[in-house]
């Protein structure tokens, strides 16, 4: 599925004022394509995932998924937050099922398949209170992938994930990513990541959060981050990040 935004322009008001949080934003991802966000904290990265979500309705500009504007979320869409939101009354296993029954047996052994993927095996009984937050956000990574979005967005979703985990999990993403050809939008604040993982990486820069780069990521998969073309290609992206960041200095500091 085809995602499209199109002068996208996002103000939170509030009490003390308004905040303009997005501004202009123009993004096109084909079907099956990955994509990346980085950008500085606070540049918009959530609010523009939720707003593609179909989470808040309250925006300008055009929101369209396969060429049809959003009206609300959709259950084709699938979204893994930077919190987890787990259910605390429930066990891993219910966690991931949800709304989808445990007792059929295509859910059953669909359950069973994403807890080895996501290392959890041994874990299905235990309750949230009972995990850490890198396991807490793997049984929320299995919960969206039972359902087979067409497009999945995801905030951060290995952020508070040690290496180990964070690199494995990344390639189990790949690899769904390969076999079921669903569309990615994934924020991310890791620029390893961003790159690893995209056919292109999208830098916005802050205040308000406009994009102010794409880059597309010619490497061939399976990518090796300590290659030459990869740490090449880091600097490149690193530079352009850079530009941003010091954009921002400048505006900040008030000259
Ligand atoms: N619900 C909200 N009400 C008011 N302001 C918000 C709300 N959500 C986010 N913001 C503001 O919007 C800006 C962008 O936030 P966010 O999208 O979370 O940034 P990022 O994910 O890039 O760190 C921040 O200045 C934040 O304070
Ligand atoms: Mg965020």
């Given at each position: 599925?085809?995602?499209?935004?199109?002068?996208?322009?996002?103000?939170?008001?509030?009490?003390?004022?308004?905040?303009?949080?997005?501004?202009?934003?123009?993004?096109q991802v084909k079907?099956?394509?990955?994509?990346?966000?980085?950008?500085?904290?606070?540049?918009?990265?959530?609010?523009?995932?939720?707003?593609?979500?179909?989470?808040?309705n309250e925006y300008?500009?055009?929101?369209?998924?396969?060429?049809?504007?959003?009206?609300?979320?959709?259950?084709?869409?699938?979204?893994?937050?930077?919190?987890?939101?787990?259910?605390?009354?429930?066990?891993?296993?219910?966690?991931?099922?949800?709304?989808?029954?445990?007792?059929?047996?295509?859910?059953?052994?669909?359950?069973?398949?994403?807890?080895?993927?996501?290392?959890?095996?041994?874990?299905?009984?235990?309750?949230?209170?009972?995990?850490?937050?890198?396991?807490?956000?793997?049984?929320?990574?299995?919960?969206?992938?039972?359902r087979d979005p067409?497009?999945?967005?995801?905030?951060?979703?290995?952020?508070?994930?040690?290496?180990?985990?964070?690199?494995?999990?990344?390639?189990?993403?790949?690899?769904?990513?390969?076999?079921?050809?669903?569309?990615?939008?994934?924020?991310?604040?890791?620029?390893?990541?961003?790159?690893?993982?995209?056919?292109?990486?999208?830098?916005?820069?802050?205040?308000?959060?406009?994009?102010?780069?794409?880059?597309?990521?010619?490497?061939?998969?399976?990518?090796?981050?300590?290659?030459?073309?990869?740490?090449?290609?880091?600097?490149?992206?690193?530079?352009?990040?850079?530009?941003?960041?010091?954009?921002?200095?400048?505006?900040?500091?008030?000259?």
């Amino acid at each position: 599925m085809s995602v499209s935004v199109a002068s996208l322009y996002k103000t939170f008001v509030k009490l003390q004022g308004k905040t303009k949080v997005l501004q202009d934003i123009d993004l096109q991802v084909k079907p099956g394509e990955f994509v990346t966000i980085i950008g500085p904290s606070g540049c918009g990265k959530s609010t523009l995932l939720k707003l593609i979500a179909g989470l808040d309705n309250e925006y300008e500009g055009t929101i369209k998924i396969n060429n049809q504007e959003i009206a609300g979320p959709s259950i084709k869409q699938g979204f893994i937050f930077q919190e987890h939101h787990l259910f605390p009354w429930l066990t891993v296993e219910k966690n991931i099922a949800a709304d989808l029954p445990l007792k059929d047996l295509k859910i059953r052994s669909r359950v069973d398949e994403l807890i080895e993927i996501v290392r959890l095996k041994g874990f299905e009984k235990a309750y949230p209170k009972e995990l850490s937050g890198g396991m807490s956000q793997r049984v929320a990574i299995a919960r969206a992938l039972l359902r087979d979005p067409e497009v999945l967005l995801l905030d951060e979703p290995f952020a508070a994930l040690d290496a180990f985990t964070r690199t494995h999990l990344q390639d189990v993403l790949l690899e769904l990513w390969q076999q079921k050809k669903t569309t990615m939008i994934l924020v991310t604040h890791d620029l390893d990541e961003s790159i690893y993982l995209a056919d292109r990486v999208v830098i916005m820069s802050a205040r308000p959060g406009q994009i102010s780069n794409i880059i597309p990521v010619d490497l061939p998969h399976p990518r090796k981050r300590a290659s030459r073309s990869f740490q090449e290609f880091r600097q490149k992206v690193l530079s352009e990040f850079e530009k941003v960041e010091e954009l921002q200095l400048v505006e900040g500091s008030g000259i």
